[in-house]
């Protein structure tokens, strides 16, 4: 899982509660990556930063946010919006946004909705 | 638009013997192919990529994949399986310009039988 740490490791949350999902690196990478992992299908992308203090949606952002003022620090919101939070997330960093580049994935956060 | 296809849910392979994970993708132009690896309750681990060059990839532990633009394929190969790759493995394409988020197949579960 390299330089990349997510907590918490679980969380549970009640239905119209907003709850924040940390991501930390300290690998140096400009770009990191937020993503959605349900049973029995592939990463999808939420959100994206290139560089600090900016970011840009990616093919699932509703019901999420996210903020980059620090370069190691990418944390996502899952907010009461997200109709159905149920999932494993993951974060993730590339050295730059090139897209040759891989990314590094931490080691997840398994969010419940009770 | 861009897609990637793992055709099989689940592979099983004897320990010893050589293993094959298969995938198949659509982008536009040329792509940029990965592999990844995840074990329970983890974060992905990248195996490979193929940015140019050399159709055949060497990656960790072992595996490999072989680029073949005519069959738009890149399937995981290792001559021999171990216990120990019993695991979840991704395959993942990026369009090397215009809009180039990483998109993920949906996973191959894979089981080395002792």
């Known amino acids: 899982d390299g330089g990349i740490t997510q907590s918490p490791k679980y969380l549970f949350r009640k239905e119209g509660q907003n709850v924040t999902l940390s991501c930390e690196q300290n690998l140096n990478h400009d770009a990191m990556y937020w993503y959605r992992q349900d049973p029995g299908q592939g990463l999808r992308l939420i959100y994206y930063?290139?560089?600090?203090?900016?970011?840009q949606k990616g093919d699932i952002a509703e019901g999420y946010s996210v903020s980059r003022e620090k370069k190691e620090s990418f944390p996502l919101t899952v907010t009461s919006a997200q109709k159905n939070p149920t999932a494993f997330y993951l974060c993730?960093?590339?050295?730059?946004?090139?897209?040759?580049?891989?990314?590094?994935f931490g080691p997840g956060t398994r969010l419940t909705v009770l | 638009a861009q897609s990637v296809a793992q055709p099989e849910d689940q592979v099983n392979v004897a320990e010893g013997n050589p293993l094959t994970v298969k995938c198949t993708y659509s982008?536009?132009?040329?792509?940029?192919l990965f592999w990844y690896v995840q074990y329970p309750n983890r974060g992905l681990q990248f195996l490979l990529k193929y940015i140019t060059g050399d159709n055949l990839v060497k990656g960790s532990y072992g595996f490999e994949a072989e680029f073949n633009k005519s069959q738009t394929s890149f399937h995981l190969k290792k001559p021999s399986a171990l216990v120990s790759d019993s695991a979840l493995y991704f395959c993942a394409v990026r369009q090397q310009t215009g809009a180039n988020n990483l998109f993920f197949g949906t996973g191959t579960r894979l089981t080395v039988i002792p």
């Open positions: 982008v536009s132009g040329n792509p940029y």
């Open positions: 993730a960093s590339s050295i730059s946004p090139g897209a040759h580049n891989e990314q590094f």
């Open positions: 930063s290139q560089i600090v203090n900016d970011f």
